[in-house]
């Protein structure tokens, strides 16, 4: 955790910004990577706040303006959205291109690392980057030079190491600081006995274990919520939660033309002519990961709220993205099987050209709203992600949550009572 969220963050943005310690024998004028400074460092920082209302809550700790709050208790989870979730697509067109490419070397190789599961080809990629990552820190940087001697601290060391001893301990998700982290600040908030805390502090903790001891014995004592009024659990992970219409409602439109066409292709037949589906729509769902997604249908009138109806999903043994306008339940007659579906409006493709300059960390794709409806399986989502409006063309890039499978791992998951 240490490594990624928190060395390896100070170091770059020190070079960037120029707050690295310069020797006498060094000139700040031949350093061509320090570019957050002045206002650029300021619209730099409007930028990140920006992209953060766009973060989705299962997020955590969105990131804040850095030019105004990085001295300011700036949390690990903040720094860890800020340069490794939104840093390759709004630094792209800040850092120099050499160093811009560079960074997101680095980023794609600690995105893999940061999984729970982690193919061998994939750590094996990992090792690749992150072996010329530590090559070509010294070659921009360092350049070799005993003045920038400052610039090669141990964390840039411990990059070529850390695929290795992924083999050998496991990966980082097992062995992270975050769990001992947070116990200590849990045990630390229950101190009552401040004239005696080391003693107070051996009885809460000693309390605590014994809770999860009978616990473990006997999990019934531990309060089940059940689902929400109203949800409909479709198994796997899927539960269906409302608002929902209470009746079914006749859908013509853009939206009846994409579900009739939908129907059509799976039934095999042509409907009759004027004839457009009913159905009644739901408004969210929660997925497998402990993510609650939600729709355009019922979000666009929630005037505060941190947009969470954008999800990755499978098409054709592809991934795709997509905006739920709304998930809803039909019979296939031809199977008399009921389907659980979601009508989402398709991103386009990645550009190609900035995915390979970025080594797969920036994917910015283009918008069409109801030019593009598609109807889906629901059991083909994948997860939910963040879409980040950039630039004043329609674009936008896709942020996944780093680390999202250690959180299911961690039996972390949305409040499903909550909305």
């Given at each position: 955790?240490?490594?990624?969220?928190?060395?390896?963050?100070?170091?770059?943005?020190?070079?960037?910004?120029?707050?690295?310690?310069?020797?006498?024998?060094?000139?700040?004028?031949?350093?061509?990577?320090?570019?957050?400074?002045?206002?650029?460092?300021?619209?730099?920082?409007?930028?990140?706040?920006?992209?953060?209302?766009?973060?989705?809550?299962?997020?955590?700790?969105?990131?804040?303006?850095?030019?105004?709050?990085?001295?300011?208790?700036?949390?690990?989870?903040?720094?860890?959205?800020?340069?490794?979730?939104?840093?390759?697509?709004?630094?792209?067109?800040?850092?120099?291109?050499?160093?811009?490419?560079?960074?997101?070397?680095?980023v794609a190789g600690v995105r893999i690392v940061w999984q729970r599961k982690i193919p061998r080809d994939q750590l094996q990629r990992a090792h690749k980057l992150l072996?010329?990552?530590?090559?070509?820190?010294?070659?921009?940087?360092?350049?070799?030079?005993?003045?920038?001697?400052?610039?090669?601290?141990?964390?840039?060391?411990?990059?070529?190491?850390?695929?290795?001893?992924?083999?050998?301990?496991?990966?980082?998700?097992?062995?992270?600081?975050?769990?001992?982290?947070?116990?200590?600040?849990?045990?630390?908030?229950?101190?009552?006995?401040?004239?005696?805390?080391?003693?107070?502090?051996?009885?809460?903790?000693?309390?605590?274990?014994?809770?999860?001891?009978?616990?473990?014995?006997?999990?019934?004592?531990?309060?089940?919520?059940?689902?929400?009024?109203?949800?409909?659990?479709?198994?796997?992970?899927?539960?269906?939660?409302?608002?929902?219409?209470?009746?079914?409602?006749?859908?013509?439109?853009?939206y009846g033309s994409a579900i009739l066409t939908f129907l059509e292709e799976e039934e095999g037949e042509a409907a009759k002519e004027g004839w457009f589906p009913r159905?009644?729509?739901?408004?969210?769902?929660?997925?497998?990961?402990?993510?609650?997604?939600?729709?355009?249908?019922?979000?666009?009138?929630?005037?505060?709220?941190?947009?969470?109806?954008?999800?990755?999903?499978?098409?054709?043994?592809?991934?795709?993205?997509?905006?739920?306008?709304?998930?809803?339940?039909?019979?296939?007659?031809?199977?008399?099987?009921?389907?659980?579906?979601?009508?989402?409006?398709?991103?386009?493709?990645?550009?190609?050209?900035?995915?390979?300059?970025?080594?797969?960390?920036?994917?910015?794709?283009?918008?069409?709203?109801?030019?593009?409806?598609?109807?889906?399986?629901?059991?083909?989502?994948?997860?939910?992600?963040?879409?980040?409006?950039?630039?004043?063309?329609?674009?936008?890039?896709?942020?996944?949550?780093?680390?999202?499978?250690?959180?299911?791992?961690?039996?972390?998951?949305?409040?499903?009572?909550?909305?």
């Amino acid at each position: 955790m240490h490594l990624f969220a928190l060395n390896l963050s100070d170091l770059f943005l020190s070079l960037w910004r120029g707050t690295m310690q310069c020797d006498p024998d060094d000139d700040k004028s031949t350093w061509d990577w320090m570019v957050l400074v002045g206002d650029v460092w300021k619209r730099h920082g409007e930028d990140v706040a920006k992209a953060a209302k766009h973060l989705p809550s299962y997020f955590d700790k969105p990131p804040r303006n850095p030019a105004e709050k990085m001295n300011s208790g700036y949390k690990a989870q903040e720094f860890l959205n800020y340069l490794y979730v939104l840093g390759p697509a709004l630094l792209r067109n800040i850092l120099p291109k050499r160093y811009w490419q560079h960074f997101c070397k680095f980023v794609a190789g600690v995105r893999i690392v940061w999984q729970r599961k982690i193919p061998r080809d994939q750590l094996q990629r990992a090792h690749k980057l992150l072996c010329e990552v530590d090559l070509d820190f010294e070659r921009l940087y360092y350049q070799r030079k005993a003045s920038r001697l400052q610039f090669c601290r141990q964390s840039v060391h411990a990059l070529v190491h850390t695929c290795p001893e992924t083999v050998r301990v496991g990966p980082g998700g097992y062995r992270s600081q975050w769990t001992m982290e947070r116990t200590i600040g849990n045990l630390g908030e229950e101190i009552k006995q401040h004239s005696n805390p080391y003693a107070n502090l051996s009885q809460r903790g000693m309390r605590r274990c014994r809770a999860n001891a009978l616990v473990v014995m006997i999990p019934s004592l531990l309060p089940d919520k059940g689902l929400p009024a109203g949800a409909e659990d479709l198994g796997n992970g899927f539960i269906l939660l409302r608002a929902r219409d209470k009746f079914h409602q006749r859908v013509d439109g853009e939206y009846g033309s994409a579900i009739l066409t939908f129907l059509e292709e799976e039934e095999g037949e042509a409907a009759k002519e004027g004839w457009f589906p009913r159905v009644a729509r739901w408004a969210r769902l929660r997925l497998p990961n402990g993510q609650i997604v939600r729709s355009v249908w019922k979000e666009s009138k929630m005037a505060t709220v941190r947009p969470a109806r954008n999800v990755k999903y499978l098409y054709d043994k592809e991934v795709r993205y997509g905006e739920v306008q709304f998930f809803f339940q039909a019979t296939i007659n031809k199977t008399g099987k009921e389907h659980s579906l979601a009508l989402v409006s398709v991103y386009s493709d990645p550009d190609p050209e900035i995915l390979e300059e970025s080594y797969g960390t920036v994917i910015q794709c283009d918008y069409f709203g109801e030019e593009a409806l598609d109807v889906i399986a629901i059991r083909d989502i994948q997860a939910g992600v963040a879409m980040i409006p950039i630039g004043e063309d329609g674009a936008y890039f896709v942020a996944e949550k780093l680390g999202l499978d250690i959180d299911t791992m961690a039996g972390t998951e949305e409040d499903m009572h909550a909305d």
